[in-house]
């Protein structure tokens, strides 16, 4: 005997569908996500959907470091205490995030959108690599930390980014002690964190 289907209605299941494709949630996440959601309709789902509104609206990509924020140039880009001097590259705004939190570094960021990788056809003209390379030749700026993940294609981008910028006489370096191979930045804790900014080396 066939057992009966019963389908939500399509508004309920567009939902499921979407929060599905955000990263951490799979199907039967999802679904008590949207549940939870629709039984509190007034004190989270209606401010969730203002802020989503307010967020798609306002926030976008820093012109400058890439950063996301309201404002362009970013909040971090305008604060006048940070050490211009200083520059890390990171591949994506979550990793600037784990930095800040660690408390570790007071110079600039510089998100490049992502890291090389063949098999993802993500080719250096798709990161925000000519921006880079425009910073640290602009002048005053002594050194370039290579803040990405220690996987393939983390080490493929940091290898390229040494060869682009070191004509420029700038110091590149990279976090040493307490990143593991395969790690990402945005897993770790903030001591691990915090040793690898303090104990970086030059390339």
Same mark, same amino acid.
């Given at each position: ?16 569908? %979407?929060?599905?494709? *955000? ?29 989503? #509104? /307010? ?7 820093c012109s400058n470091c890439g950063m996301l924020d309201a404002a362009d140039p970013c909040t971090l880009c305008t604060i006048a /205490? ?10 994506? *705004?979550? /990793?600037?995030?784990a930095l800040e939190r660690a408390g570790a570094f007071k110079g600039r960021y510089h998100v490049l959108g992502g890291v090389l ?17 425009e910073r640290a030749s602009a002048g005053g700026v002594r050194e370039v930390i290579l803040a990405l993940s220690a996987t393939v ?7 390229? %980014? ?10 590149? #370096?990279?976090? #040493? ?8 930045? /945005? ?17």
């Amino acid at each position: 005997m066939a057992r009966s289907s019963i389908k939500s209605a399509p508004e309920i299941e567009a939902l499921i569908s %979407l929060l599905a494709k *955000v990263p951490g949630l799979g199907p039967r996440s999802a679904r008590r996500a949207a549940l939870q959601l629709l039984k509190k309709k007034d004190a989270l789902m209606l401010p969730l959907a203002a802020a989503l #509104s /307010d967020a798609a609206e306002k926030v976008r990509a820093c012109s400058n470091c890439g950063m996301l924020d309201a404002a362009d140039p970013c909040t971090l880009c305008t604060i006048a /205490d940070r050490d211009d001097g200083l520059i890390c590259v990171v591949a994506e *705004v979550g /990793d600037v995030w784990a930095l800040e939190r660690a408390g570790a570094f007071k110079g600039r960021y510089h998100v490049l959108g992502g890291v090389l990788s063949a098999l993802d056809g993500v080719r250096p003209e798709d990161l925000r690599v000519a921006k880079l390379v425009e910073r640290a030749s602009a002048g005053g700026v002594r050194e370039v930390i290579l803040a990405l993940s220690a996987t393939v294609d983390g080490q493929t981008t940091s290898h390229y %980014l040494t060869e682009r910028l070191q004509p420029l006489g700038i110091v590149v #370096s990279r976090l #040493s002690h307490g990143v593991p191979v395969g790690g990402e930045l /945005d897993l770790l804790d903030d001591g691990t964190l915090f040793a690898a900014l303090q104990s970086r080396r030059p390339y």
